[in-house]
C-alpha cells in the first residue's frame, strides 16, 4: 500500500498515521466496523461520480485534476485487502504490526 494510502487507512480508523504501528486485537472490531462504514459511504459517491454525464468540452478534466472518473479507484477497491487482514488477523486472535 502506497504511504498515502496508508495514512488514509490509519486515519479512517481513527489512528495517526505512522510508519511504524501496531494494531491491537482489541482494536479490530471497532477499526473494521469504521473502514466498512467508510467504504459504503465512498461506494455511493464512487457510483455516483461515475454514473454523472461526462464533462462538456469547457469542463474538460485536465492532467492535474487528478484522476478522471473513469480512471479512479474506490476506496472500497484499495482498502479491500487490509479489510480482509483485519477481519483474519480478529479471527485468528492477532495483533497487526506494520513497520518493523
Excluded at 496508508?6 to 472490531?29: E, K, S, V
Excluded at 474538460?60 to 474506490?74: M, N, Q, R
Amino acid at each position: 500500500m502506497l504511504g498515502h494510502h496508508g495514512d488514509q487507512f490509519l486515519r479512517l480508523i481513527g489512528t495517526a498515521p505512522a510508519a511504524q504501528g501496531i494494531l491491537q486485537l482489541a482494536h479490530l472490531p471497532a477499526a473494521i466496523e469504521a473502514l466498512e462504514s467508510a467504504m459504503t459511504v465512498d461506494d455511493d459517491a464512487f457510483r455516483a461520480a461515475q454514473a454523472a454525464p461526462p464533462p462538456k468540452h469547457s469542463e474538460a478534466h485536465s492532467s492535474t485534476d487528478g484522476p478522471s472518473p473513469d480512471e479512479a479507484v474506490s476506496l472500497r477497491r484499495r482498502m479491500s485487502p487490509i479489510a480482509l487482514m483485519m477481519k483474519t488477523a480478529l479471527h485468528a486472535g492477532k495483533d497487526i504490526i506494520w513497520g518493523i
